[in-house]
């Protein structure tokens, strides 16, 4: 398990299996500065490193998932910064790079960064009061980090396009009949618990199977139907030749449990 030596984020492990990081900033509901991406993104690579975690769970406050990237910290910035140092790049390319999945318990505020943050994770799960948005135009700047690509993806041009153009918030129940989320629940506590259960179950998959069902599913974002079936393919040929397709096939056959050797 990877111990909590951090400032803006706390980590734990809530059942076997599963690593939790809560965003820890309530003063600035849980905003996104540089100090608390690095955090994320450090504790993230060593969940991803750790053999004894399977799933991830993100999560932040009751009150907020995060309000978005720190405004205070941006508000001085200059192009010329911003493009010399490609502001926000480290932050969000880190995310796409984890190859154990991540789950979204988002409660409260998921404004800007916050929402693109959530929609970088593999499944949302959210309570009916959170409140999605990409409010960045109200600040006179756009979503920075995907909201402008991977919304669309989520909920259509449409719908992305109001949302983007007039900033107006979406809530929690609106976020999963789109299919933004995956489940709402009534209470910020179920969703946390919510995000832990189904966290316990894919980390009592095989990881070999687990981490190429992450891939391809991922893959089918990137490329075109054609490239993405003959990927989906190549990866399902591959596990015949990992010890867990016999494993689990053998154990079917038997009526067992497997006791999946992760290779
Ligand atoms: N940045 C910095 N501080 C913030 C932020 C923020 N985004 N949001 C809230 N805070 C601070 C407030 O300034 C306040 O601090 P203080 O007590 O020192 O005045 C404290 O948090 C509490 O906030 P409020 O008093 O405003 O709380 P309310 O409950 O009245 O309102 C809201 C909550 C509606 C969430 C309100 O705080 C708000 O509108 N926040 C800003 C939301 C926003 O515009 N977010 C988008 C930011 S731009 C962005 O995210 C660009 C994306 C870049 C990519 C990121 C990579 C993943």
Known sequence: PVSNQYENILVDQPKPGVGKITLNRPRALN???SALFQELNDALQKLDNDDSTGAIVLTGSEKAFAAGADIKEMKDLTFS???????????????PNIRKPIIAAVNGHALGGGCELALMTDIIYCSSSATFGQPEIKLGIIPGAGGSQRLIA??????????????????????????????????????????????????????VAMRAAKEVVNKSQEVGLRDGLDYERKVFHGLFGSKDQKIGMSAFAEKKKPEWSNE
């Open 81 to 95: 910064k911003a493009y010399n140092t490609n502001f926000i790049a480290s932050w969000s390319s880190t995310i």
């Open 154 to 207: 989520a909920i259509g041009k449409s719908r992305a396009m109001e949302l983007i153009l007039t900033g107006k918030n979406f809530s929690g129940t609106e976020a999963a009949q789109w299919g933004v989320a995956a489940r709402v629940f009534y209470s910020a506590e179920e969703c946390v618990q919510g995000a832990v259960n189904t966290a316990e179950k894919i980390a009592g998959m095989s990881k």
């Open 31 to 33: 905003a996104l500065s």
